[in-house]
């Protein structure tokens, strides 16, 4: 039994509320918290319990966080708004005793770089505070590494290579729409592709490399290779692995309209005078695009995101592992009101906090996800909502 803040009112923390709602014998409070109070309440009214609560914060305010934490004095936050607010909430975290858990790696507003130095940095403030921080609990990252850990700890004596394979097979029959964020989804496409190859770190240019592969019960689409938060921390922990890769699935129309945006420039992110106002043109766009939150009415098809790894099983003899979960639109949308993109995030974060609140992911300090036992985790996944299916030595495509 124990109390939780959520911080952000988006698809994914609309998911979480609705899961921790779900499973009230380990989240016996919860308070929900945004900056916009009223979307908070939406949710709220919707799940109509008196210990689901909400309350308000700028989460880019320390201050403003303390006071929160203070006022409620949760035992966990779960933090869902945007990856700018991650180590306000951390610092806010280690003043007021309380854990921690993401499902995305910081970002700096002001340059679109992906990396966990700035999160690890804070491994010895709390381990020294006792308190645990659980970085990157979604579906990718998330997932993706508690698949991995479970592929190492049970299959193979050496991982050699790491594909994550990510597909969305859906339609929600917009000309153009993200599934999640906009702004923190267009920044991590337009970026240039990164993978990692014995021990170095090959950069490519955007969307550069791509490939035909074959998704379960969805068939053959273009895929793309892009850099991903999850391959920097996936290569340390587990340093057998000599290539690690992720990719990603697009239309030709969703490029078509990212490459018209990107050349004419509403997906720069520094600022421009209009009208002597200061705007940021990708925030701009986020704001007339359609809310990913409200896409799910109308969305078809499924997701796919899984892990394709080969190697040695635990005799050293050659291994071929798939591990992947399929989420349909619609089923997503039954449980939840969202689409299956903010679905596959917000239940494994949900699960993740469950994994801390009972017990088995206790460890003070910093940690991503593959550190901790993935057992307990992968029996929660089909419980919540998320099964998963393994395929052994078959052609990985790769
Ligand atoms: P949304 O934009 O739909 O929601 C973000 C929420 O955060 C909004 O409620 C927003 O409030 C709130 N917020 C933003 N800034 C602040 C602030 N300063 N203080 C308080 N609240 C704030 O995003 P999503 O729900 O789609 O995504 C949430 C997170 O999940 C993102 O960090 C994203 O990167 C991550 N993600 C992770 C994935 C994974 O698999 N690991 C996959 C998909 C997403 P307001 O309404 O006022 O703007």
Redesign the pocket.
């Known amino acids: 039994m124990a109390k939780v803040i959520i911080?952000?009112?988006?698809?994914?923390?609309?998911v979480v509320a609705c899961k921790c709602a779900e499973n009230h014998d380990v989240f016996s409070e919860v308070v929900l918290?945004?900056?916009?109070k009223s979307?908070?309440d939406a949710i709220a009214a919707r799940i109509n319990k008196p210990w689901f609560t909400t309350d308000s914060?700028?989460?880019?305010?320390v201050d403003q966080l303390v006071e929160l934490f203070n006022r409620h004095k949760p035992q966990l936050v779960i933090?869902?708004?945007?990856?700018?607010?991650d180590l306000t909430i951390m610092e806010a975290c280690l003043k007021t005793g309380v854990n921690y858990l993401?499902?995305?790696n910081y970002e700096p507003k002001d340059v679109a770089h992906f990396e966990y130095s700035w999160q690890w940095a804070y491994r010895e403030r709390f381990e020294k505070a006792g308190l645990t921080a659980i970085l990157?609990?979604?579906?990718?990252?998330?997932?993706s590494g508690v698949f991995t850990a479970y592929a190492a700890k049970h299959y193979f004596s050496d991982m050699e290579t790491l594909d994550i394979v990510d597909c969305n097979g859906g339609d929600h029959g917009k000309a153009f729409a993200t599934?999640?964020?906009?702004?923190?989804?267009i920044r991590e496409i337009t970026q240039n592709g990164r993978y990692y190859k014995e021990g170095n770190w090959i950069t490519t240019g955007p969307l550069e490399i791509h490939r035909t592969l074959t998704y379960p019960n969805i068939g053959p689409r273009e895929s793309y290779l892009l850099y991903h938060e999850e391959l920097e921390s996936l290569v340390l922990n587990f340093p057998s692995i000599k290539r690690a890769r992720f990719w990603m699935t697009f239309g030709q129309e969703y490029l078509t309209h990212l490459r018209v945006i990107q050349n004419i420039g509403m997906a720069r992110i520094d600022e421009v005078d209009f009208n002597g106002q200061k705007i940021v043109p990708l925030q701009f766009l986020?704001a007339v695009l359609p809310?990913?939150?409200d896409l799910g009415e109308n969305y078809v098809g499924e997701t796919s995101i899984g892990c394709r790894i080969a190697g040695k099983d635990k005799e050293g003899n050659p291994l071929t592992y798939y591990i992947y979960n399929n989420c349909s639109h619609q089923e997503a949308y039954r449980q939840t009101g969202t689409q299956a993109?903010?679905f596959?995030?917000?239940v494994?974060a949900m699960i993740g906090a469950m994994m801390f609140l009972t017990g088995k992911w206790v460890k003070p300090g910093v940690h991503n996800v593959e550190e901790f036992d993935p057992d307990p985790f992968m029996e929660q996944l089909p419980v919540q909502g998320l099964p998963w299916h393994e395929v052994i030595n078959a052609d990985l495509e790769m």
Not at 7 to 14: E, L, P, R
Not at 179 to 185: A, D, H, K, V, W
């Open positions: 911080i952000g009112a988006g698809g994914v923390g609309t918290a945004s900056r916009t979307k908070c914060v700028d989460a880019d305010d933090n869902v708004a945007l990856p700018y607010q993401d499902t995305a990157g609990c979604g579906f990718d990252p998330g997932v599934n999640f964020n906009p702004e923190i989804n986020k809310n990913p939150g993109v903010s596959t995030t917000g494994p």
